[in-house]
């Protein structure tokens, strides 16, 4: 077994812990006293479930029992995927408190992608929802403790032959297990850009140093309601400011079922939210939906914006529609994120995606030959921090094309620094493609695609698109006398238990791919010339 690690040199740690970025507090720790500072407040509201403080610590110490009751020992890892509820918080800190490492899934994630995670990271438990939004997930917990013997699930609703999440015993653990603060809390997703995710170790002192940074730069006070609209297993939710800052600070953090403009319009009524946090095609529906809505939502002071770059004519957009502050965000799971900050200018804040977290965020911008470039010129984005990884979990291949000798990560970003140390973002270097925040490997998507009998090769690009900020758009060369239609090819790839954002938005047919005079040519070639004849050109679109 491969146990997480995330280390830093002795010098870079030691300044981290004298500069106060670094404080040696757990998650667990953190349970303990976010319970006794704020222990009667409301710390969550889900549909009709309310808890304080005082009850999140209860039923995450019921749930950190729960697991402990299974086998589980400290450091083992755990699958967790669940919609945004109030048991998704009791389970993270449960998991926390019992020194147990969460490895988070989305709910969109179906059984290639939940297999790789668990085979990946050795997890020795998996919990999920009954249902979410029509899926039901009890088939693919099936499917899943199939492959993997020895796996216990857990499932929060009906349960059949699992473990019901409500059936753990109600004893309480007095403290938490303790954990190194240097030690590995959890392990992220990151979008992989040859294949299927790889898992980001995050250490307690790393993400806390974040989250109570993000906290303070986003204004967030006791009487703050933050509304988690987006997936709580996201990096963008979860810290920035997300739930996890709200907690941090004692305010209240409400759940939304899905961030769809009208269920949330409702909560930001019902329940006075001051804050929250979406991708731009989302923050588009909702400042088309907002003019129409008979939903009170003066309460709303700041939108958050993050996952993909917002175009400076929506942004500004936000204030006249919408009555608030925008704040951009500029961040990714591996570490580094940027805010604009609440008193800037309002050109800073619609044309740009902010400034670093920190004083210590070490930002490069390199040319593809790794010179520096000129301020305000584009070039490619690296960076080292306090709260920026160093390595990927058990993925020596991905570390050496991500991570420079002397600890940089190689974001795959590319950036303009203006004056200030604020950062445009202009795009991707590499093949991966952004919808609507989300992150698809290109070469995932083709090997699904390969997989069809009628398909000889395919190649899959990113396009401009207004709403989603890329669509993805599939070339396909069919096999000699073969015939297939774009949607029997979509079905196939769905039918292939992925997530429904990695099916392609469009499929084109195309004839042929070109070659060199030897017969080979790069991926990366390949696609840029087929998006210039295809897309750019409107040739056989």
């Known amino acids: ?145 199939a492959d993997l013997p020895g796996l216990r699930v857990v499932v929060a609703g009906e349960a059949a032959e699992f473990l019901p999440l409500s059936g753990f015993a109600p004893e309480e653990m007095p403290a938490p297990v303790p954990r190194d603060p240097r030690g590995v809390a959890f392990l ?22 974040s989250i109570r940074a993000s906290a303070e730069i986003c204004g967030l006070g006791p009487d703050s309601v933050f509304l988690v609209a987006l ?49 731009p095609p989302l923050a588009l529906l909702w400042l088309q939906a907002a003019p129409r809505t008979k939903h009170d939502l003066r309460s709303l002071q700041v939108l958050l914006v993050g996952g993909a770059k917002f175009m ?24 580094l994120v940027n805010y604009t900050r609440l008193d800037d200018p309002d050109d800073i804040i619609t044309t740009t995606q902010g400034r670093p977290i920190s004083p210590d ?44 000798p002397d600890g940089f990560y190689r974001t795959g970003d590319v950036v303009r620094r203006l004056p200030g140390g604020y950062l445009e973002v202009r795009g991707r270097a590499g093949d991966h493609i952004n919808r609507a925040g989300e992150k698809i490997s290109a070469e995932e998507v ?26 993805s758009c599939a070339f396909v060369v069919l096999a000699e006398g073969a015939e297939a239609q774009a949607r029997e090819l979509k079905s196939f790839v769905r039918g292939r238990g992925i997530a429904e954002f990695k099916v392609p938005d469009q499929v084109i047919f195309v004839p042929g791919f070109e070659t060199t005079a030897v017969g080979k040519i790069s991926r990366k070639a390949l696609r840029a010339a087929l998006k210039t004849r295809y897309l750019d050109k409107g040739e056989g679109a």
């Open 446 to 471: 083709e090997d699904h695609l390969l997989a069809h009998p009628a398909v000889f090769d395919a190649a899959v690009v990113g396009v401009e698109d207004a709403f989603l900020g890329e669509r």
């Open 188 to 209: 992220q997703i990151s979008g992989g850009s040859t294949g299927l995710p790889k898992l980001i170790p995050r250490t307690h002192d790393d993400y806390l140093y």
């Open 1 to 145: 077994m491969t146990h997480p690690q995330q280390i830093w040199p002795e010098d870079l740690a030691a300044h981290y812990v004298a500069q106060g970025y670094w404080t040696g507090e757990s998650f667990g720790q953190m349970l303990d006293r976010i319970t006794r500072e704020f222990g009667p407040r409301t710390a969550v509201v889900a549909g009709d479930t309310r808890w304080s403080y005082a009850d999140l610590g209860r039923e995450a110490r019921r749930c950190a029992q729960g697991f402990a009751g299974l086998g589980l020992v400290p450091g083992d890892r755990v699958l967790v995927q669940m919609p945004n509820r109030a048991e998704f918080l009791s389970v993270v800190f449960g998991l926390f408190h019992a020194g147990l490492v969460p490895v988070y899934a989305l709910p969109a994630h179906r059984e290639t992608e939940l297999r790789h995670l668990a085979a990946r990271s050795e997890a020795r438990a998996y919990v999920c929802a009954d249902r979410h939004e029509g899926f039901d997930y009890l088939p693919l917990a099936r499917r899943l403790a």
């Open 361 to 404: 965020d070490e930002v490069l911008v390199l040319d593809d030959a790794g010179a520096p470039v000129p301020e305000g010129e584009p070039g490619n984005l690296y960076t080292r921090g306090p709260y920026t990884i160093r390595a990927y979990h058990d993925h020596p291949a991905a570390n050496a094309r991500s991570f420079t």
């Open 231 to 279: 997936p709580a297993a996201h990096n963008f939710p979860m810290s920035s400011p997300g739930y996890l800052g709200a907690l941090h600070v004692g305010a209240c953090v409400v759940m939304a079922p899905n961030p769809q403009p009208e269920p949330c319009f409702a909560l930001i009524a019902r329940e006075g939210v001051t804050l929250t946090g979406l991708v």
């Open 312 to 335: 400076a004519e929506a942004a500004a957009r936000v204030r006249p529609v919408l009555g608030c502050t925008l704040q951009q965000v500029f961040g990714m799971a591996e570490g």
